[in-house]
């Protein structure tokens, strides 16, 4: 190709780009935007041997993106674990990373002698349709007091999805398993706080209901905004660290 028709096709496809509809541009931003929210990026690297290969962690970004929730309960512990957490990760399903459910299969693949289970899940089923267009009305306005019977539904389909995964996980063996439900979102997020309630309600009583000894740390007692970082969502480290602090008791019971 000539530079002439080099140049001829660069502004040819910068023509197509600027008479694209507002709709395709606003989910390609929408998209970019998204993969920074929900901690995106390749993920770190799962940790297939360590010290306690029988203790793993599975979840999204909340434990995966700074790693600081894990390496606060290492220490405690004195010990390593083995790490399947991904950024991006869905509870079941979803296309931005492994979802938990693939996660676990992951660590049953490497080593299924698993006694005990760190882990979240569920958080991303709502936030991604959240951010993106809402489809399900889980956000919040002046204008919807409450989030919606759809919304609803949705969180009712993750209750499934969690009690067959830990009816799955008891059914292996796991002993032990430690969910962490979610804290409330701030900045432009903190209109899913009515979300946050209603999931953690149904992920509790996932652990309640399942067949596995699985117990529910709740943290929205204990993290305020000052422990979120600046896209309203992640634990800063001293969220991760107050996380740490109400998972390591429970934890080092079972260790």
């Known amino acids: 190709m000539t530079f002439k028709s080099l140049k001829q096709a660069s502004q040819q496809l910068a023509s197509m780009l600027m008479t694209q509809s507002k709709d395709t541009l ?16 390749a993920g770190n690297p799962y940790v297939h041997d360590a010290d306690r290969d029988d203790v793993i962690t599975l ?14 309960l290492e220490e405690e512990a004195g010990q390593t674990f083995r790490n399947y957490t ?22 049953k693949a490497a080593n299924p002698n698993i006694d ?14 959240a951010f993106l267009f809402d489809p399900y009305g889980c956000k919040t306005h002046w204008w919807r007091w409450d989030i919606s019977n759809s919304c609803r539904n949705l969180v009712d389909d993750i209750y499934v999805q969690a009690v067959d995964m830990l009816n799955g996980m008891d059914a292996d063996g796991v002993q032990d398993i430690i969910y962490l439900g979610y804290y409330y979102t701030t900045g432009m997020q903190s209109n899913l706080a009515k979300a946050v309630d209603y999931g953690d309600l149904r992920l509790e ?16 007692p ?7 970082i600046g896209d309203g969502i992640h634990p800063a480290t001293t969220g991760s660290r107050k996380i740490a602090d109400l998972i390591w008791p429970r934890l080092s019971n079972v260790l």
């Open 26 to 41: 606003k989910l390609v931003g929408g998209l970019f935007l998204l993969s920074t929210v929900v901690g995106c990026t």
């Open 59 to 72: 979840g999204d970004s909340i434990f995966d993106l700074s790693g600081e929730i894990q390496l606060f």
């Open 86 to 107: 991904q950024s991006g990760a869905e509870l079941q399903g979803g296309s931005l990373a492994a979802s938990v459910v693939d996660q676990y299969a992951a660590a």
């Open 116 to 129: 005990t289970i760190v882990m979240d899940g569920g958080g991303n089923d709502i936030l991604i349709p």
């Open 205 to 220: 009583q996932a652990c309640s209901f399942t067949t596995a000894n699985c117990q529910f740390v709740d943290p929205r």
């Open 222 to 228: 204990v993290i305020v905004p000052d422990d979120i």
